[in-house]
């Protein structure tokens, strides 16, 4: 990331490394949209020989249905940057030549099925929402029209999706000795879920889906497979909104058979939340915080409303969301008894602002 007047920004460069030190910078694609957690960043080559490069939103929903803006979207370029004649928009005319796919949140993962060539990628959802991807070109992911279990035509739906958020991070296939019972599985890295999703496929078809290290070493931001068949993480602690300074952090774990957990089944759908404070924590804190703890957006409990104070504006705001602002609705999944005890909530806990 970087800035330039004032924009936050991503680009991509590429170095030869020459006697330990980096030499040569390439800058490949440049002036990316970006946000400080809202950047994708994950940088893959595929068997193609093509790079293909995740941005976010960049906070700005929109972007990821335009065409035209690098924002929301997979990328994929030639190793010197050029873009390849055959991706969807290649002759610039109805989007940027350098689209592959497009309407993506927040995709921080990208991994190549060995036999197959297929890619899957990772993404954050808004609140929940999760998901893990099969990419193919050109394709519509939806964001931000559609998100969870919703369906339009001629958006791709997702292969899983995990309410409540796992934030799942880098992927990869393992295809080594050292853990036969993971060779060709699909791993990733999360860091909500704090621990590694490993999903067993048929193809495209997902047989079962578990958790392995659940909560044993932390945010974890990458999984990689080592030369000699270990695994090595890394975790994540310091990120906001959810990153814990803990002493010692970050690291780099190697991974071995003798310390890989038993994997425990992890459902695409957590249970339903009952009453408004698990409602609030499992739909509304990642982005609002808590009273006494800021999210990534608008505080709820500040008395400061922008979309119209009422109980009736934000009943309204819970039940249809906010495209613009990347709010998904609510109205398929909480009931409007459910959304009056979190509005009864959010009015018990609300400062009203200093005068």
Sequence with gaps: NYEDAGANLMRVVRYRE??????????????VPAFWNHTGGRLRFGPDGKLYVTTGDADKPPLAQNPKSLAGKILRLNPDGTTPPDNPFADGR???????TLGHR?????AFQPDTGRLFAPEHG?????EINIIVKGRNYGWPVVSHDKRKDGMTPSLLQYTPSIAPSGAMFYTGDTFPMLKGDLLVACLRGEGIVRV???GDKVITAE???HKKLGRLREVVQAPDGSLWVTTSEFDPPDGRKLDGFDKIYRLTPAGLATPD????QGPRPVGPEAIY???CLGCHGDADKPGLHASLFDGVWTMGGKDEDLARIIREGSMERGMPSYADRLEPPEIEALIRHIRLREKKPAK
């Design 18 to 31: 020459s006697g330990g030190t980096l030499v040569e910078p390439l800058t490949l694609v440049q002036k």
């Design 281 to 283: 924590a499992t739909y």
């Design 200 to 202: 067993q496929l048929d």
């Design 94 to 100: 109805r989007g940027r030549p350098e689209v592959w």
């Design 265 to 268: 089944a992890i459902p695409g």
């Design 106 to 110: 927040n995709p921080q993962g990208l």
């Design 126 to 130: 808004p609140d929940g929402g999760d």
């Design 211 to 213: 958790r392995m290290l």
